[in-house]
T-cell receptor, first 112, second 118 residues
Framework: NAGVTQTPKFQVLKTGQSMTLQCAQD?????MYWYRQDPGMGLRLIYYSASEGTTDKGEVPNGYNVSRLNKREFSLRLESAAPSQTSVYFC???????????FGPGTRLTVT | AQKVTQAQTEISVVEKEDVTLDCVYETRDTTYYLFWYKQPPSGELVFLIR??????QNEISGRYSWNFQKSTSSFNFTITASQVVDSAVYFC???????????????FGKGTLLTVNP
């Protein structure tokens, strides 16, 4: 099993560009999550999907959209990237909401 | 509101020493979950433990042990006989789901950087 996979690993965007971060899990988990990690801030939840067909805002949703494409895949979209969105993005999944979360390797995004 | 405080931003020990990482949490909910995660220098996040608010039994897993005390709202993590490979950032986290099943909140502490020197 690959666990949780994320693409791309690295990305550089110019301000105003858009992009989608992809996440997939092969553990048959119901719940999936997107986080950002910034120095000194720890991890902050952007959006989550408790189960297929549902998505909800986390702590820092502004500037992002998500799609739970199916049970396996949960994508994060930046419609108009801003330098404040420079961060490391982690996707995670768990069997159910509040379950033990398993994380992907992260995507390092730089917006110039 | 909920909060997780990891007061120790950095700890440095010598190999084979025991070390305790502190985690203090705040929540008004009676049902919640607590977690510890490890982030080694390579950057991935590794799940270590999940504990629900009704289970105050301490847990031991090899050199790792966790002490959950509701009376002091603490969920501390001890590494016995530390090794260089234990060097990492350790995060404590708290999750709450309200009784209606919506409004899930997950809060991470800011992490403690543990350096184990040979």
């Amino acid at each position: 099993n690959a666990g949780v996979t994320q693409t791309p690993k690295f990305q550089v965007l110019k301000t105003g560009q858009s992009m989608t971060l992809q996440c997939a899990q092969d553990m048959n988990h119901n719940s999936m999550y997107w986080y950002r990690q910034d120095p000194g801030m720890g991890l902050r939840l952007i959006y989550y999907s408790a189960s297929e067909g549902t998505t909800d805002k986390g702590e820092v949703p502004n500037g992002y959209n998500v799609s739970r494409l199916n049970k396996r895949e949960f994508s994060l979209r930046l419609e108009s990237a801003a330098p404040s969105q420079t961060s490391v993005y982690f996707c995670a999944s768990s069997e159910g909401i509040q379950g033990s979360q398993y994380f992907g390797p992260g995507t390092r995004l730089t917006v110039t | 509101a909920q909060k997780v405080t990891q007061a120790q931003t950095e700890i440095s020990v010598v190999e084979k020493e025991d070390v305790t990482l502190d985690c203090v949490y705040e929540t008004r909910d009676t049902t919640y979950y607590l977690f510890w995660y490890k982030q080694p220098p390579s950057g991935e996040l590794v799940f270590l433990i999940r504990r629900n608010s009704f289970d105050e039994q301490n847990e031991i897993s090899g050199r790792y042990s966790w002490n959950f005390q509701k009376s002091t709202s603490s969920f501390n993590f001890t590494i016995t006989a530390s090794q260089v490979v234990d060097s990492a950032v350790y995060f404590c986290a708290l999750s709450v789901l309200n009784s209606g099943g919506s409004n899930y909140k997950l809060t991470f502490g800011k992490g403690t950087l543990l350096t184990v020197n040979p």
